[in-house]
């Protein structure tokens, strides 16, 4: 199986913040890497597929990038709705997994 | 617009066999080159595939999981089905059903809420 791993776990920020989490694969997965918000209660919702494209109705804020093992998501001007858990997905095996999260609440 | 909806008990016992149904609307669960998953997410935890069915009917499962899983479709209703047998405690948790248009290279594009299922006596 391919494992993920996410840093930080977990992270604080104030509005307006640049924000950067990693996604690292435990092999070379291309671009095949997508990207998650999930609110309390709420299903996870796609931001980012294979690694830099951003999903229809995505505010541009969101960014992603990164190629092989090494992944990043990026948030310029972090908004009070951005507050989440962001999960990164390897869709490079049969076996989809993901990573564990990152947290990111208000400083 | 696709809608995917959970449905099933949130109470099961243990050893007994969970059941849950997602029924699909806006889309054909037919549609050629989509696959409709299983997700969970144990309580405070991270998300865990589960296992897929293809348009075509054929199924894919997590090997961790394989052996007491079983994903079937009613196309005649627009829906799929889950069944996971011999369950215990660590099976509680949210289940979620979601859709990609692809396999390898894709997406999990479209969720449904979310069930909680409960394991215990």
């Known amino acids: 199986d391919i494992q993920m791993t996410q840093s930080p776990s977990s992270l604080s920020a104030s509005v307006g913040d640049r924000v950067t989490i990693t996604c690292r694969a435990s092999?070379?997965?291309?671009?095949?890497l997508n990207w998650y918000q999930q609110k309390p209660g709420n299903a996870p919702k796609l931001l980012i597929y294979?690694?830099?494209s951003l999903q229809s109705g995505v505010p541009s804020r969101f960014s992603g990038s990164g190629s092989g093992t090494d992944f990043s998501l990026t948030i310029n001007n972090l908004q009070p709705e951005d507050f989440a858990t962001y999960y990164c997905q390897q869709s490079f095996g049969a076996l989809f997994t993901f990573g564990p999260g990152t947290k990111v609440d208000i400083k | 617009q696709v809608q995917l909806q959970e449905s099933g008990p949130g109470l099961v016992k243990p050893s007994q066999t969970l059941s849950l149904t997602c029924t699909v609307s806006g889309g054909s669960i037919s549609r050629s080159g989509s696959y409709w998953s299983w997700i969970r997410q144990h309580p405070g935890k991270g998300l865990e595939w589960i296992g897929y069915i293809y348009y075509s009917g054929s199924t894919y499962y997590n090997p961790s999981l394989k052996s007491r899983i079983t994903i079937s479709a009613d196309t005649s209703k627009n829906q799929f089905s889950l069944k996971l047998s011999s369950v215990t405690a660590a099976d509680t948790a949210v289940y979620y059903c979601?859709?990609?248009?692809?396999?390898?290279?894709?997406?999990?594009?479209?969720w449904g809420q979310g069930t909680l299922v409960t394991v215990s006596s």
């Open positions: 294979t690694a830099s």
């Open positions: 979601a859709r990609s248009s692809s396999w390898y290279g894709g997406n999990f594009d479209y």
């Open positions: 092999q070379s997965i291309s671009s095949y």
